[in-house]
């Protein structure tokens, strides 16, 4: 199994511009999450699915779209990227039954927004 | 809603020392998870605690979730330059809401 994979590793972005950072994971998992993490910093959540169908808001939301048509794909779109974007993004997916289960994170996405 | 204070921010100990992280919440957490980041990588999960006053190890590492299931600490035995990184721990309040919140992590830095 790949686990959980991204695309792509490293992004440069001007200002306005738009992008949509992928994650796949092959492990069956109906719960998929992105995170960002700046410098130095801790995970926040963007947004998060459940299920194919069914996304949520995090804790910083603003900025960004998600969506999950499939339980493999959990595709984060950014749109009018702004500098206040540029951080490290991971993807994240996990089983979850009556509990959280662990989550297994994708090797991330570096954007530079200038 | 939720936060979970995690302390120290940072610590620098001389390989051999010992090392703690201790993760306070305000509320009753379901389960928590521990992950570790190594610099440049991605989190990694260590081990979930679940029940009131369990203590796990690993290796060098012991977890221990507190009795009333609102702290969490994770002791390393003797560093190695292999424990450098971030940890993170990772509540769960076990209620309707579907996510987990992380801590912000200690970071921990080993001198030779």
């Known amino acids: 199994n790949a686990g959980v994979t991204q695309t792509p590793k490293f992004r440069i972005l001007k200002i306005g511009q738009s992008m949509t950072l992928q994650c796949t994971q092959d492990?069956?998992?109906?719960?998929m999450y992105w995170y960002r993490q700046d410098p130095g910093m801790g995970l926040k959540l963007i947004y998060y699915s459940v299920g194919a169908g069914i996304t949520d808001k995090g804790e910083v939301p603003n900025g960004y779209n998600v969506s999950r048509s499939t339980t493999e794909d959990f595709p984060l779109r950014l749109e009018l990227a702004a500098p206040s974007q540029t951080s490290v993004y991971f993807c994240a997916s996990s089983y979850s039954g009556t509990r959280h289960y662990e989550q297994f994170f994708g090797p991330g996405t570096r954007l530079t927004v200038l | 809603g939720q936060q979970v204070m995690q302390i120290p921010q940072y610590q620098h100990v001389q390989e051999g020392e010992d090392f703690t992280t201790y993760c306070n919440s305000s509320t009753t957490l379901s389960n928590i998870q521990w992950y570790k980041q190594r610099p440049g990588g991605h989190p990694v999960f260590l081990i979930q605690?679940?029940?009131?006053?369990e203590v796990k190890k690993q290796k060098r590492l012991t977890f221990q979730f507190g009795e009333a299931k609102k702290n969490s600490s994770l002791h390393i035995t003797a560093t190695q330059t292999t424990d450098v990184g971030t940890y993170f721990c990772a509540a769960d309040e076990g209620n309707r809401d579907d996510k987990i919140i992380f801590g912000k992590g200690t970071r921990l830095h080993i001198l030779p």
């Open positions: 605690l679940v029940k009131s006053g």
């Open positions: 492990m069956n998992h109906n719960y």
